[in-house]
């Protein structure tokens, strides 16, 4: 047990809520915060064990994830008429997302500290890399100060506009037998409600934009009343993906990436 913490997003002290079994061993106290409703487990001082003991051989729904949230995010950066920029996506594991982001004709790039690019190579970012959209799938749950991550990775990647996935809750705070607590994996460290992701926004300085309890936006840019209305309506957005998929059919990279690393071999 350590002491009281203070919520990375609004700065003030937070109340213990209720303790859980972490990792099967660890008795761990969760804290709530009333002003912007971050929920985060005392300081975490098992992560070291809980990502070695990863078990992703258990983890099938992996391709089908990645699939979908491709399909996501075309319509969004459509949407937001950004598609033909540069895409960087945080913890991005395998490099599948951005693999299957490139196979729609988006120039996607990938990075992860802890996982083996295996999909993307080649396709990382160098030390002046610039991005116009930052993309963080299955992340801020991970991290311990998310003001602080998307801080950094703005100031790093030049850009203040970030399309993730958390699956948010809302009140009353979730009894321990919600799923996403994760709580024998010990990974799940910070959950958020919607209303934290706006305050985390406001912070940032952007907006922050709901399309599912587990797809988010925080940017700057200012999207248009109607980009806002078919990105936040499921049947909308359904339809929209019809025509984006159509127009990027032609627009793919599958081919292009493979003479460009049929070349570098060659080159050795
Ligand atoms: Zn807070």
């Given at each position: 047990m350590?002491?009281?913490?203070?919520?990375?997003?609004?700065?003030?002290?937070?109340?213990?809520?209720?303790?859980?079994?972490?990792?099967?061993?660890?008795?761990v106290?969760?804290?709530?915060?009333?002003?912007?409703?971050l929920?985060?487990?005392?300081?975490?001082?098992?992560?070291?064990?809980?990502?070695?003991?990863?078990?992703t051989?258990?983890?099938?729904?992996l391709?089908?994830?990645?699939?979908?949230?491709?399909?996501?995010?075309?319509?969004?950066?459509?949407?937001?008429?950004?598609?033909?920029?540069?895409?960087l996506?945080?913890?991005?594991?395998?490099?599948?997302?951005?693999?299957?982001?490139?196979?729609r004709?988006?120039d996607?790039?990938?990075?992860?500290?802890?996982c083996?690019?295996?999909?993307?190579?080649?396709?990382?970012?160098?030390a002046?890399?610039?991005?116009?959209?930052?993309?963080?799938?299955?992340?801020?749950?991970?991290?311990?100060?998310?003001?602080?991550?998307?801080?950094?990775?703005?100031?790093r990647?030049?850009?203040?506009?970030?399309?993730?996935?958390?699956?948010?809750?809302?009140?009353?705070?979730?009894s321990?037998d919600?799923?996403?607590?994760?709580?024998?994996?010990?990974?799940?460290?910070?959950?958020?409600?919607?209303?934290?992701?706006?305050?985390?926004?406001?912070?940032l300085?952007?907006?922050?934009?709901?399309?599912?309890?587990?797809?988010?936006?925080?940017?700057?840019?200012d999207?248009?009343?109607?980009?806002?209305?078919?990105?936040?309506?499921a049947?909308?957005r359904?339809?929209?993906?019809?025509?984006?998929?159509?127009?990027?059919?032609a627009?793919?990279k599958?081919?292009?990436?493979?003479?460009?690393?049929?070349?570098?071999?060659?080159?050795?």
């Amino acid at each position: 047990m350590t002491g009281q913490p203070t919520c990375p997003v609004s700065d003030t002290p937070m109340e213990p809520v209720f303790s859980a079994t972490v990792l099967g061993t660890y008795a761990v106290t969760y804290y709530y915060c009333e002003i912007c409703g971050l929920l985060k487990t005392e300081k975490p001082y098992w992560l070291d064990e809980a990502y070695r003991e990863a078990a992703t051989d258990t983890d099938t729904g992996l391709v089908a994830r990645n699939i979908g949230n491709s399909a996501l995010l075309a319509v969004i950066l459509e949407g937001l008429s950004v598609e033909k920029g540069k895409f960087l996506d945080l913890g991005g594991g395998y490099g599948l997302l951005t693999r299957l982001m490139r196979d729609r004709g988006f120039d996607c790039y990938t990075t992860d500290r802890y996982c083996q690019n295996l999909f993307a190579k080649t396709f990382e970012p160098d030390a002046h890399f610039s991005a116009d959209v930052l993309f963080a799938f299955e992340v801020l749950e991970h991290i311990e100060d998310p003001l602080r991550f998307l801080t950094d990775a703005f100031e790093r990647y030049g850009c203040k506009t970030i399309i993730f996935s958390t699956l948010t809750f809302s009140l009353p705070i979730p009894s321990t037998d919600w799923w996403y607590y994760s709580f024998e994996g010990g990974q799940h460290i910070t959950f958020y409600q919607p209303r934290t992701l706006g305050c985390l926004a406001r912070r940032l300085g952007c907006n922050y934009h709901m399309l599912t309890a587990d797809h988010h936006i925080i940017t700057d840019i200012d999207i248009p009343g109607i980009a806002r209305l078919v990105l936040s309506n499921a049947h909308l957005r359904r339809l929209y993906s019809i025509y984006v998929g159509r127009k990027r059919n032609a627009l793919s990279k599958t081919w292009d990436d493979h003479l460009r690393m049929k070349e570098r071999l060659r080159s050795g």
